[in-house]
């Protein structure tokens, strides 16, 4: 009998902390386990925060150019966006596109919380009918692109600078791994989060109402939660840094004290923690506006537009499928 999808993800999920906390000399944990719904909901906040101008950024972009993109991206039948995000800029792109025909809209999100927001949010929009596929992206869009019945262009969007927690290196094999479920013809919309000063980085990345604090905090308490494990968060404090080297921002949990933890779910009866060391969550890389169109030619893209938010420095990125 095939496993029911939630059971599949928390045996995927405990193996994962597993290797992640096992992994010497640097602890890790997948930032992909950030959104839980607690996670997702700190993460909310965070896009209201002044100091994390990123989601206004891109918001501004498409609420100025989302008509203008889909012209160039022509009379599209199926929109595939990979992460279902609150769907607050998903919004203005399908109605957009919904103005020259009635669309399928497909989510693609492997948490069931988000994606019911998602729904949620977009399911009264005109013209647009909503299908949620509970998914990792790649296995999400090739079901999407499954059910194409025309030759209407299919339109994947890839927003929020998700694409940032990806190394440079596999940022582009992802990409290739999406123009490879496509048509020529078809159009990818990615937002990526370009350079900026050190400062500017470090205030997004740990605000001083200590949301982002909370937010990367919540990986242990979700591990709690699920795994059954012990982590006192309070042992840990939460530090953001910039890797010069990678042109990221790496987000750690740093251990305070010397002490072990217990995580069951994860069969780790003790995992050991030394005063200073850290585990590390996430890393969100910030690029040159020109270094994505040439990615994504690695990757078998054309570019067909990009626009640029001057007051918080961020890339949305047009593209078709050559
Ligand atoms: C949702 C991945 C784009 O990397 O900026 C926000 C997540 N981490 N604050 C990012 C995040 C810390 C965010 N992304």
């Not at 890790?28 to 993460?43: A, Q, R, T, V």
């Not at 966006?81 to 607050?88: A, C, I, K």
């Not at 992206?137 to 694409?163: C, M, N």
Request: aromatic letters at 8%; a negative charge.
């Amino acid at each position: 009998m095939p496993q029911p999808l939630a059971a599949a993800h928390r045996d995927a999920y405990a193996t994962d902390v597993y290797a992640g906390l096992t992994h010497s000399p640097q602890k890790e944990l997948p930032s992909k386990y950030l959104y839980d719904s607690i996670g997702s909901s700190l993460f909310e906040v965070i896009t209201h925060l002044p100091e994390y101008g990123l989601t206004r950024a891109e918001e501004r972009i498409l609420q100025s150019h989302a008509d203008e993109m889909c012209s160039r991206v022509g009379p599209v039948g199926l929109v595939a966006e990979l992460g279902s995000g609150s769907g607050r800029k998903t919004r203005l792109l399908l109605q957009a596109c919904a103005r020259h025909r009635p669309i399928t809209y497909y989510p693609i999100e492997i948490s069931p919380t988000a994606l019911a927001q998602c729904e949620g949010e977009l399911a009264g929009l005109a013209s647009v009918k909503v299908v949620g596929l509970e998914h990792d992206y790649l296995q999400g869009l090739q079901e999407a692109a499954a059910q194409r019945t025309d030759e209407a262009p299919l339109w994947v969007l890839f927003l929020g600078s998700t694409i940032g927690n990806f190394s440079r290196t596999a940022a582009v094999r992802f990409l290739r791994g999406i123009r490879k479920l496509l048509r020529p013809g078809d159009a990818l919309l990615f937002g990526a989060d370009l350079e900026k000063p050190a400062w500017q980085l470090l205030t997004a990345y740990d605000d001083p109402l200590g949301v982002t604090a909370s937010f990367n905090l919540n990986m242990l308490g979700r591990i709690n939660r699920e795994l059954g494990a012990n982590f006192d968060l309070t042992n840990f404090k939460h530090e953001a840094r910039i890797n010069g080297k990678e042109r990221a921002v790496e987000m750690h949990l740093r251990a305070m004290v010397n002490h072990d933890v217990r995580i069951p779910g994860a069969g780790l009866p003790c995992v050991t923690f030394t005063a200073g060391e850290t585990i590390w969550t996430e890393i969100s890389h910030k690029y040159q506006a020109e270094e994505l169109i040439d990615m994504a030619g690695h990757a078998g893209f054309t570019s067909a537009g990009q626009w640029i938010d001057p007051q918080w420095l961020f890339a949305e990125t047009l593209l078709r499928a050559t």
